[in-house]
């Protein structure tokens, strides 16, 4: 049987970044939520499930940290979202400027908006950003 974590214990992180976002939405959305909502999704031949990492609030608008962008994860997100055209997911970025890998021209915010997916970038205001992105 699963443990049930306390109201006032922090969530388990996977990075520090994800600690640090927490830090600073649970100041301006009270009710944020870490990992909260698990969805199904098709990869060719296989299902999955992906758990977005914040939900402050709106339905099905999430946000979704990374430090590290592989392409195991941008193939996920590509199905995910083929899967599941009604939900949104903004990236927030640790560094937007990042290359994809070694030599590519493209970096993390340009794969994100060649794909379809709304970004920020944690070096800037992104809560600002994030909130404006919200009302829209």
């Not at 590290?68 to 199905?79: F, G, P």
């Not at 970096?107 to 205001?125: H, I, P, Q, V």
Request: proline residues 3%.
């Amino acid at each position: 049987m699963k443990k049930k974590r306390s109201q006032n214990a922090l969530p388990n992180f996977k990075s520090k970044f994800e600690r640090k976002i927490w830090e600073e939405l649970t100041k301006e959305y009270r009710n944020c939520k870490y990992e909260c909502d698990s969805y199904k999704y098709e990869q060719p031949v296989i299902y999955r499930t992906y758990t977005p990492d914040f939900k402050t609030g709106r339905a099905k608008v999430y946000l979704e940290t990374k430090g590290k962008l592989d392409l195991e994860t941008r193939k996920k997100m590509i199905w995910f979202k083929d899967c599941n055209p009604n939900i949104r997911v903004i990236f927030l970025f640790q560094n937007a400027d990042v290359k994809l890998r070694k030599g590519s021209k493209t970096s993390y915010g340009e794969w994100a908006t060649k794909s379809g997916f709304e970004w920020l970038d944690a070096r800037k205001d992104w809560l600002s950003a994030y909130k404006e992105m919200l009302k829209a």
